[in-house]
């Protein structure tokens, strides 16, 4: 079964750190590429940002609103995913999920989610 | 940045309704425009893709339309279990999804 499951959620203070990860199963990891996106409470879908696969040089990109606080990176030999959290705001509080970046024919979607992993930034 | 916009924010209809939601780019993403439903507490569902592909496994009661700037998802007979939010996402530079839309029960 194919199946991604985040980790690593919780109660963090404002300006702290955290560290999110996500365990891939069923697939080949290292053929996707991988995105975070988050869903502050009552609000929509937010993208985070994606690694590439090996083929693409494990190239990462971000969401311009996170001004280089969250990196994402990973490790095709244990089939994770993480994402490095600094400089926690309020408004970094959230569920993160982590999903499957497929493609066809040049086009590019998110076909397996995770169940997601709750962040509250709060004192 | 691409944004996007959606229209209506929230509807409601019954059950065996037509249901049209539109979406709309801030530039011309050719057909890169993709759907995902999402009921509450759950993480999002892949839909459509390319503008009008569907999903293996997705009713064909859903479908997609539209290029360029101006998308459309239509579900033609609402059925209970198409009560959710449904988001479209552009692909054509990284992602970005639209605010969502709303449909719940009349």
């Known amino acids: 079964e194919v199946q991604l499951v985040e980790s690593g959620g919780g109660l963090v203070q404002p300006g702290g750190s955290l560290r999110l990860s996500c365990a891939a199963s069923g697939f080949t990891f290292s053929d996707h590429y991988m995105d975070w996106v988050r869903q502050a409470p009552g609000k929509g879908l937010e993208w985070v940002g994606r690694?590439?696969?090996?083929?693409?040089?494990?190239?990462?990109e971000y969401a311009a609103s996170l001004k280089g606080r969250f990196t994402i990176s990973r490790d095709d030999s244990k089939n994770s995913l993480d994402l490095q959290m600094n400089s926690l705001k309020t408004e970094d509080t959230a569920v993160y999920y982590c999903?499957?970046?497929?493609?066809?024919?040049?086009?590019?979607?998110?076909?397996?989610w995770g169940k997601g992993t709750t962040v509250t930034v709060s004192s | 940045d691409i944004q996007m916009t959606q229209s209506p924010s929230s509807l409601s209809a019954s059950v065996g309704d037509r249901v049209t939601i539109t979406c709309r780019a801030s530039?011309?993403?050719?057909?890169?425009l993709n759907w995902y439903q999402q009921k509450p507490g759950k993480a999002p569902k892949f839909l459509i893709y390319?503008?009008?592909s569907l999903q293996t496994g997705v009713p064909s009661r859903f479908s997609g339309s539209g290029s360029g700037t101006d998308f459309t998802l239509t579900i033609s007979s609402l059925q209970p279990e198409d009560f959710a939010t449904y988001y479209c996402q552009q692909s054509y530079s990284l992602f970005t999804f639209g605010p969502g839309t709303k449909v719940d029960i009349k």
């Open positions: 690694t590439r696969n090996k083929a693409n040089s494990y190239t990462t």
């Open positions: 530039q011309s993403i050719s057909s890169y």
């Open positions: 390319a503008a009008s």
């Open positions: 999903a499957r970046v497929h493609s066809s024919s040049g086009y590019y979607y998110m076909d397996v």
